[in-house]
Nanobody, 126 residues
Framework: VQLQASGGGLVQAGGSLRLSCAASGRTFSSYATAWFRQAPGKEREFVGVISSSGGSRYYAAPVQGRFTISRDNAKNTVYLQMNSLKPEDTAVYYC????????????????????WGKGTLVTVSS
């Protein structure tokens, strides 16, 4: 599975962005897909995850209620809709896939990830 994230950019606080994660590989529908982010000078942190079917979604507390993950397995694409953005959301965002049979959602860390995509930069100005 290869992943490619896109959709990052510069947005003002309170604005919205939608990130996309396009995947290659016929088995993508077997993978839970997560978003992580890494702000300058900080550790990578979990943002949210969606199950392989899209039926379950879990979010980190800082983004709960503002971010929404969705997926379209027919298009091999996962989305991260980000609303009410704050300057502290500024980071490089990475999508990542993990074979769901090996997971116990909602618990997922970077060590569970099988495939990482290249990041996309989101900058939120105040």
């Amino acid at each position: 599975v290869q992943l490619q994230a896109s959709g990052g950019g510069l947005v003002q606080a309170g604005g919205s962005l939608r990130l996309s994660c396009a995947a290659s590989g016929r088995t993508f529908s077997s993978y839970a897909t997560a978003w992580f982010r890494q702000a300058p000078g900080k550790e990578r942190e979990f943002v949210g995850v969606i199950s392989s079917s899209g039926g379950s979604r879990y979010y980190a507390a800082p983004v709960q209620g503002r971010f929404t993950i969705s997926r379209d397995n027919a298009k091999n694409t996962v989305y991260l809709q980000m609303n009410s953005l704050k300057p502290e959301d500024t980071a490089v965002y990475y999508c990542a896939a993990a074979l769901e049979s090996g997971l116990r959602l909602p618990f997922i860390t970077g060590d569970d990830i099988d495939y990482w995509g290249k990041g996309t930069l989101v900058t939120v100005s105040s």
